[in-house]
């Protein structure tokens, strides 16, 4: 039987994690830059590349217009 231990294994679900890992740091780059964090600042603290979090602050100013 494949079990949960088996299926945190996967390359599926390993990617997926990832990947939810990722969105969630994304949501709070527009919070921590209104907190006055800047972007290098962010990416340190959410151990991002710096070049993510302004393609994030790009992004959510698109969304916004």
């Known amino acids: ?7 945190r294994q ?11 890992e990722l969105a ?3 949501k709070t780059v527009p919070r921590l830059l209104n ?5 290098e600042q962010i990416a340190r603290v ?6 993510v979090v302004r393609q994030a602050i790009e992004e ?3 969304q916004e217009s």
């Open 1 to 7: 039987m494949f079990g949960l231990t088996e299926w």
């Open 10 to 20: 996967t390359r599926f679900y390993q990617e997926v994690q990832q990947e939810t």
């Open 24 to 26: 969630t740091k994304l």
């Open 35 to 39: 907190e006055g964090l800047s972007v």
């Open 46 to 51: 959410l151990e991002l590349d710096i070049e």
């Open 60 to 62: 959510q100013s698109k």
